[in-house]
């Protein structure tokens, strides 16, 4: 078993890949079969896989989001009562308790069995920058 915690300064919304710094964790610590769980240690931003290779997919997904859970000063979400951290904060913890805060990725041949297309993405709900962390662990 190995683990470790990568950072990932974000620009405000949007998804941030990390595949390459799990890759290289992956590699660096030899393991041919296993696992690796990828958590991030926040509660308003999430874990995905997602494809790397169409920007608009990305795109699509934050106006997917921003449309399902619009920020707390849009009329329909008066509804909310945690606002004092500023109107995107409480959406964001609705969107990553939509998405996920883990995600486990099979490990063969000492690589990530990510499909093609498929990356590892944090995804940030917050809209000023923030300095997130990822812990990945390798069980091996």
């Not at 974000?10 to 769980?37: D, K, M, N, Q």
């Not at 990305?58 to 399902?68: E, I, N, Y």
């Not at 805060?101 to 099979?106: D, L």
């Amino acid at each position: 078993m190995a683990q470790d915690r990568i950072e990932i300064a974000t620009r405000g919304p949007g998804l941030y890949e990390f595949t390459e710094a799990a890759s290289r964790f992956v590699a660096r610590h030899g393991a041919a079969e296993g696992l690796l769980t990828c958590f991030v240690r926040h509660t308003s931003a999430s874990v995905v896989i997602q494809e790397n290779a169409d920007p608009d997919v990305q795109r699509d997904l934050q106006a997917f989001f921003a449309r399902l859970v619009p920020r707390s000063d849009d009329p329909s979400m008066a509804w909310l009562w945690h606002t004092t951290e500023g109107p995107d904060d409480m959406p964001a913890h609705i969107k990553s308790a939509l998405t996920a805060v883990s995600v486990g990725v099979p490990v063969s041949g000492g690589r990530l069995m990510l499909g093609t297309w498929q990356g590892l993405y944090l995804f940030e709900h917050r809209d000023r920058p923030q300095d997130r962390q990822i812990v990945l662990h390798l069980s091996a």
